[in-house]
């Protein structure tokens, strides 16, 4: 560094003789000039910190941090933090997540809908293991070989037809006769349990 200094000296006479107001040496102005070196540390990123104590030397930092940068201000340094220019959560290693289901948004298959670890962050109405955004049925459990959706019982098959016999018309007419509504119930029931089927 350099050094500047301006200094005024006033003289007041010799004090040594009395009622003598004759100045020992003019009154005047002291300028001087000097060169600063400061011994210590070197700081080669100029944060503040010098490199002996930086963990970060090379790149400015934060003194919290050792002087180790944290981008996003986190409370994560950029070295550990696996989204450093997104503001994030530490049990995510500092990844953000906006639905709040424990999956890191760089990582969820829905990041704005709250879903399951096992589904990439997606939520599964039904229950049935299969993603509702892949689920061809997500109200209705059933299984991956049908798309999410309940496959066809022997059962309910054998329903349907001998529920088919018992359909009953008025006579000349397109209208049911009363005593197929129950019937019809109960087709309709077995149609919903299997919504995507081909009867």
């Keep these: ?6 200094k005024y000296k006033k003289s007041f006479g010799d004090r040594t003789v009395v009622n003598n107001t004759t100045p020992d040496a003019p009154s005047h102005f002291q300028h001087t000039a000097g060169l600063i070196f400061k011994f210590g540390g070197k700081d080669t ?7 002996k104590d930086d963990a970060c030397p ?3 930092g934060l003194k ?3 002087g180790c940068p944290d981008t996003d201000g986190d409370g994560i340094i950029d070295s550990n933090d696996a989204c450093p220019d997104v503001f994030g959560l530490a ?11 424990g999956v890191a948004d760089k990582d969820d298959a829905c990041p704005d809908v709250f879903g399951l670890a096992t589904l990439n962050g997606c939520p599964d109405a039904d229950g049935d293991g299969i993603a509702d955004k892949d689920d061809k049925c997500p109200d209705v459990k059933g299984t991956a070989a049908n798309n999410g959706c309940p496959e066809v019982t022997e059962t309910a ?3 349907l037809n001998e529920y088919a016999k018992t359909i009953l018309f008025e006579s000349g007419k397109a209208s049911f006769q009363k005593q197929t509504f129950a019937v019809l ?3 309709t029931a077995i149609l919903k349990e299997y919504p995507t089927a081909k009867f």
């Design 1 to 6: 560094g350099l050094e500047l200094t301006t």
């Design 45 to 51: 990123d100029g944060d503040g910190i010098y490199d």
């Design 58 to 60: 090379e790149v400015a």
């Design 64 to 66: 919290q941090f050792n």
């Design 91 to 101: 049990a995510l290693n500092g990844c953000p997540d906006a639905d709040g289901d």
């Design 157 to 159: 098959i054998k329903s």
């Design 185 to 187: 119930q109960s087709i």
